[in-house]
């Protein structure tokens, strides 16, 4: 823009002005112009003025851009708003969402245990330190009134208890756990045993039922549940027999379980506060 004050076009459309503005101060004095004069006058003006208007156009809109710039400012500030609003809504919309999916599959459960009282919480992280534990921590604790031994279950069956907690958070050992212990039965035959945490089954996502009769015709596909008794509700489903053998000294048989919750993949669970019958220690 300064280049064009500088330059010599610049210098004779002022110059030419300048002429101009004589003769109008001229005719202004004397009356008026002649014709010719005035046929002279438009035959100068005219570029002149398509000029100033150029100019004058071209500094408007150069001007415009700056006194605009707020408002552009602004409006783009407003757009970045929605757009934040939008997404907090979105994600929102696939929480409630998510819960909602949560919430009718564990409606089963409620409608064959009325009794039950459960609180739907997500699993946030899993103990990585120990190869032997099978355990998971989840975003309810004492404040959603979750305690201590709390059974845990998943939409297809029983997943473990909870061994500690805390305000916010509470540690879950799973069935796959060498430290858990669930009174067990087998649905076909009625023989009763204990399912629990074994090194070896636990790393094929395997857990193993002992104490079953020399005599038990208990076999390949028999569905497990829980007996109940104080730590857990009675029928849980724990899941089906996958293998039958003879411990060693052939007192008794055993039977290798495949857990009917898929434990390792878990993200939302459900806790049983309450169970008729239950014994909190």
């Known amino acids: 823009m300064g280049d064009f004050f500088k330059s010599t076009r610049f210098k004779i459309l002022l110059g030419l002005f300048i002429v101009l503005f004589a003769f109008m101060l001229r005719a202004a004095w004397t009356g008026g112009l002649s014709p010719e004069l005035e046929q002279g006058v438009g035959i100068i003006a005219v570029p002149f003025q398509k000029s100033a208007a150029a100019i004058s156009g071209f500094v408007t809109r150069y001007f415009q851009r700056y006194v605009r710039a707020d408002e552009i400012a602004e409006e783009n500030e407003n757009l970045r708003s929605q757009v934040n609003e939008l997404r907090s809504q979105l994600t929102d919309f696939e929480t409630y969402k998510q819960e909602n999916e949560t919430l009718k599959q564990f409606l089963g459960i409620k409608e064959e245990h009325p009794d039950f009282q459960l609180e739907p919480a997500a699993v946030v992280s899993r103990d990585q330190d120990n190869r032997f534990s099978h355990s998971f921590t989840i975003d ?67 857990c193993k039922l002992s104490y079953l009769p020399r005599e038990s015709s208990a076999a390949v596909g028999d569905l497990i549940v829980t007996t109940g008794g104080g730590l857990f509700p009675k029928d849980l489903v724990i899941g089906k027999l996958v293998r039958v053998g003879t411990e060693a000294g052939g007192i008794s048989l055993y039977g290798v379980v495949e857990p009917a919750a898929a434990i390792q993949d878990l993200t939302d669970v459900m806790v049983i506060k309450s169970f008729e019958g239950q014994e909190k220690q």
């Open 140 to 206: 309810k604790g004492y404040l959603n009134g979750v305690s201590s031994l709390d059974p845990v279950v998943s939409p297809d069956g029983l997943v473990g208890r909870v061994q500690e907690v805390g305000a916010n958070y509470s540690k879950v050992i799973t069935i796959l756990d060498v430290s858990s212990d669930v009174g067990a039965y087998d649905v076909r035959t009625r023989d009763i045993g204990t399912v629990s945490g074994n090194f070896t089954m636990a790393s094929q996502g395997a």
